[in-house]
């Protein structure tokens, strides 16, 4: 069911508003969205890791957004579920870095970490390439174990910033009675 904590842990009455949402985006009727009809929510407009939180939810529910560009009704709930204010540290960190670290060993590699930098928004919009490369040689250089070629997640965390990312990965839902 939607409430099962696999799922989200919104209320019955959270999930019933959370469905008129999903029908007022839902504007062709087709009992789906698409990445663009979530694009129109302003929640998510303010969040830069929103598409990343949705690939990681369709990956964990083995569809291929490629493939089909459908998000039903429980990967819509997935996705704020994880992003939402009532979620916990924990589920957003551990998202982070399955979006972070692309081959699932717990550590960042220079690849992980110009794909972080770029996600996170202070990639080649602010720096150029070769820059950017420098910068992260530099923080593998810095940050890494002897003979190491990568640093561990947490290493990321303290020097990006545990409080800084969980507040690029966090959505207020207007969920309350009115």
């Known amino acids: 069911t ?25 504007k062709s009727r087709r009992g789906f969205l698409t990445v663009d009809d979530m694009e129109t929510m302003h929640e998510l407009c303010l969040c830069p890791l929103w598409k990343y939180v949705l690939k990681e939810v369709l990956k964990d529910f083995k569809v291929d957004i490629d493939k089909r560009n459908e998000i039903k009704f429980k990967y819509f709930i997935r996705t704020l579920w994880i992003l939402c204010d009532k979620s916990s540290a924990d589920l957003k960190l551990e998202t982070a870095l399955k979006i972070f670290d692309e081959d699932d ?3 960042l590699y220079a690849s992980d970490l110009y794909k972080t930098l770029n ?3 202070l990639g080649i919009q602010q720096f150029s390439s070769k820059q950017l490369k420098e910068i992260v040689t530099n923080l593998i250089k810095d940050n890494a174990k002897e003979n190491e070629e990568s640093i561990s997640f947490y290493d990321f965390l303290t020097i990006y910033g545990e409080q800084e990312l969980l507040e690029s990965m966090t959505i207020y839902l207007r969920l309350s009675k009115k």
Do not use: C, M, N
């Not at 904590?5 to 999930?15: C, L, R």
């Open 2 to 26: 939607l409430s099962d904590p696999a799922v989200s842990q919104f209320t019955k009455q959270e999930i019933s508003k959370l469905y008129k949402r999903f029908q007022q985006l839902d």
């Open 119 to 121: 996600i996170l928004g």
């Open 105 to 107: 060993d717990g550590t």
